[in-house]
T-cell receptor, first 114, second 113 residues
């Protein structure tokens, strides 16, 4: 089954404690992306990757890091989480071929930073 | 000005009603267009792509007006299960990444018995 998986699905942590949210896709997609979704603000892109070892900032990259060492994985790293990073996070992937690139989303990770 | 704008709603309609959502986008270089559906606390899922000639998928009809930079979604014979948030999504090529997706904030629909 084609899918995007994220772990953990729910996480409560404290300010300053480094954490990583994993994202993996099994569709051989080149493009992967991280979003955060907050009430009233919609989906905002944090980082994206066009392919292995190619990453770039989205609209709200501050406080986040990513890596793309393998095509299937795109972890999101919060080196020193702060309460304003409490949010719902989605990983997504798509192929780069053609213009009609639909994005497939993971199930989301709910993060609470105390 | 926001890249993709939608009326946030909520739209409260009775079962069986017809409801229309609108979306405008600011980047005239936009190349592909989609409607996504998002249920509460779930991930967005593709509902349908939007083509220049307009397209229909069962009770759902999508229209695109490139001249006015306007996209619409029409839902006929609304079902309770149509209750969700509908996201307008616009894809365009840019000089940096070659590819960017812009999401509207979504329009909330509640279909009532």
């Amino acid at each position: 089954e084609a899918q995007v998986t994220q772990n953990p699905r729910y996480l409560i942590t404290v300010t300053g404690k480094k954490l990583t949210v994993t994202c993996s896709q099994n569709m051989n997609h080149e493009y992967m992306s991280w979003y955060r979704q907050d009430p009233g603000l919609g989906l905002r892109q944090i980082y994206y990757s066009m392919n292995v070892e190619v990453t770039d900032k989205g609209d709200v990259p501050e406080g986040y890091k990513v890596s793309r060492k393998e095509k299937r994985n795109f972890p999101l790293i919060l080196e020193s989480p702060s309460p304003n990073q409490t949010s719902l996070y989605f990983c997504a992937s798509s192929s780069l071929g053609g213009l009609g690139r639909t994005q497939y989303f993971g199930p989301g990770t709910r993060l609470l930073v105390l | 000005r926001k890249e993709v704008e939608q009326d946030p709603g909520p739209f409260n309609v009775p079962e069986g009603a017809t409801v229309a959502f609108n979306c405008t986008y600011s980047n005239s270089a936009s190349q592909s267009f989609f409607w996504y559906r998002q249920d509460c606390r779930k991930e967005p899922k593709l509902l349908m792509s939007v083509y220049s000639s307009g397209n229909e998928d069962g009770r759902f009809t999508a229209q695109l007006n490139r001249a006015s930079q306007y996209i619409s979604l029409l839902i006929r014979d609304s079902k309770l299960s149509d209750s969700a948030t509908y996201l307008c999504v616009v894809n365009f090529m840019n000089s940096n990444s070659g590819y960017a997706l812009n999401f509207g904030k979504g329009t909330s629909l509640l279909v009532t018995p």
